[in-house]
């Protein structure tokens, strides 16, 4: 072990959106601090965001936005059936407003707050890019370049390509944090509050097989944000903290075409015909643009897979009229890529990778997972889908587009039905963008031992920490991954220091 001596009021443990947050909160309070970032940037997964969750706030006020604190509260605790701390939630949505003014007296410019689909609330607070005003991918990175700024403006300690190994305790309390510099050296450095901030385990096929029940790359292509392996939670488990279920921040995706053709993408993620191996539809396909409801109900199939079906005269509709969903992240109006895009991933050509692109790895880009054919028989000999089902189905469909859908009682003006030509399909499987939970804490987010009891001096939020959506991420108020991670970690980051304040530290 190294005889190199560093000391601080505070550690934080991970850079990205909830530690460099704790950090300046940490700092701002006059306490030092020191964070530890294997990586050698700030930000990590958040980086690839473009804003996060407020209500109440001025941006919402300004667009006459009729959603208030007591409205998220009641949402979200009703999501979830009241399987999560109240407290902890209650303290979250207070804050949110006062963090988008917090962020804003560093610099960041907000473009507004947002819906992410029709049916979800105007919570998204997307940052503004220099020299433009529409939402953009990786907008968000403003947000924590402007927090690494002022963390250095407060004298922050940024250790990258410095990794934590070990939280030490003494007589039961936060002591110091064993770590691994850049050039190798094994060191610890003493403290009086330590704040773990790693984001959970997305990049850790292991874990997220052992505590998810997925097998990675075969039934689920979540993305892999590089080095978050879990090492945050193993941490804290072996210094004593109490475990919580975690979850996957479940979404859906069509690997090798989702972010790469957008166009094809997109198309194929309208209110269309959806079925499964077996050529049986099981939902109502107006769910679609809420992709956690999606995941969530292919996550159930056969598989755990599931497939959307259209034709020509489908997509003549769509050059006619326009898309029935557009997102705010892809903003995909119309289908005039279509066919370019097409020629390209049919034949096998790359497409220019940008954005949450850049995570899609080889092997999810070698999977065919779109199809085109000349016959229902020849598509469903590609899918894999039983054919003779798969008849039925759409003969039922398509009687129900000439009057009703008794079945699962899809509106009238999403009911198009297939009637031949060119046919196209697209395979779907379960995706997300990371784990969610895993370590118990309070609602100052003080980490809990298994008997509810706290570990004086140790912190955890962001990822690690989250446990407020239940057994599913509420899409239905966009932005609150990274509004969580924000708000906790400025939560963390204040309240080590008040517990250093305080007659229980003396």
Request: aromatic share 10%.
């Amino acid at each position: 072990m190294s005889t190199t001596k560093m000391e601080a009021d505070v550690i934080v443990i991970g850079g990205g959106a909830s530690g460099i947050t704790a950090a300046v909160a940490a700092a701002e309070k006059q306490a030092s601090v020191i964070l530890l970032e294997k990586g050698s940037t700030t930000g990590g997964a958040a980086n690839m965001g473009m804003g996060f969750f407020a209500v109440e706030s001025k941006y919402q006020k300004a667009q006459m936005v009729d959603f208030s604190k007591e409205d998220a509260f009641n949402l979200l605790m009703n999501y979830t059936h009241w399987r999560v701390d109240a407290r902890l939630v209650r303290k979250y949505i207070e804050q949110t407003a006062s963090t988008i003014d917090w962020a804003e007296s560093m610099g960041v410019e907000f473009l507004g707050a947002y819906k992410y689909f029709e049916k979800s609330t105007q919570t998204w607070h997307v940052v503004k890019t220099a020299g433009s005003n529409a939402p953009a991918e990786r907008a968000a990175s403003n947000l924590y370049r402007a927090l690494t700024e002022r963390a250095e403006e407060l004298g922050v300690q940024i250790c990258y390509q410095t990794k934590a190994t070990k939280i030490q305790t003494e007589n039961g309390a936060v002591s110091g944090v064993e770590f691994v510099d850049a050039a190798g050296v094994k060191s610890v450095a003493e403290c009086n509050a330590v704040v773990v901030a790693t984001g959970g385990f997305g990049d850790n096929p292991k874990m997220i097989q052992d505590y998810l029940g997925f097998d990675w790359g075969k039934d689920l292509h979540s993305f892999r944000i590089p080095g978050v392996e879990g090492e945050g939670l193993n941490m804290l488990w072996e210094a004593g903290a109490a475990k919580t279920q975690p979850v996957m921040e479940l979404t859906y995706t069509t690997p090798g075409v989702t972010d790469v053709f957008k166009t094809l993408s997109e198309t194929m993620r309208q209110p269309n015909l959806m079925v499964n191996l077996d050529g049986l539809r099981f939902i109502n396909e107006e769910i679609m643009n809420n992709t956690v409801y999606t995941g969530n109900a292919v996550a159930l199939q056969r598989q755990r897979m599931a497939f959307t079906i259209i034709d020509d005269s489908i997509l003549n509709t769509y050059r006619k009229t326009g898309l029935d969903y557009i997102t705010v992240h892809h903003n995909i109006k119309n289908i005039d890529s279509w066919d370019k895009e097409l020629s390209t991933y049919l034949n096998g050509e790359a497409a220019e990778a940008s954005g949450l692109s850049m995570l899609h790895n080889e092997a999810q880009k070698a999977q065919i997972n779109l199809f085109a054919a000349d016959s229902l028989e020849e598509l469903a000999e590609k899918m894999g889908i039983n054919g003779e089902n798969l008849k039925k189905t759409i003969a039922e469909y398509n009687e129900a587009c000439t009057s009703e859908d008794l079945f699962f009682f899809k509106k009238h003006k999403y009911l198009k039905p297939l009637k031949g030509g060119k046919l196209y399909g697209a395979r779907h499987f379960p995706a997300g963008y990371g784990s969610l939970g895993g370590v118990k804490t309070n609602d100052k987010l003080e980490v809990l031992k298994a008997d509810g009891v706290k570990i004086p001096g140790l912190y955890s939020c962001g990822t690690d920490a989250c446990n407020i959506f239940g057994d599913s991420y509420c899409f239905l108020m966009p932005g609150n991954t990274m509004g969580f991670a924000v708000n906790s970690g400025r939560m963390a980051g204040y309240n080590a220091v008040d517990y250093m304040d305080s007659d229980e530290f003396q």
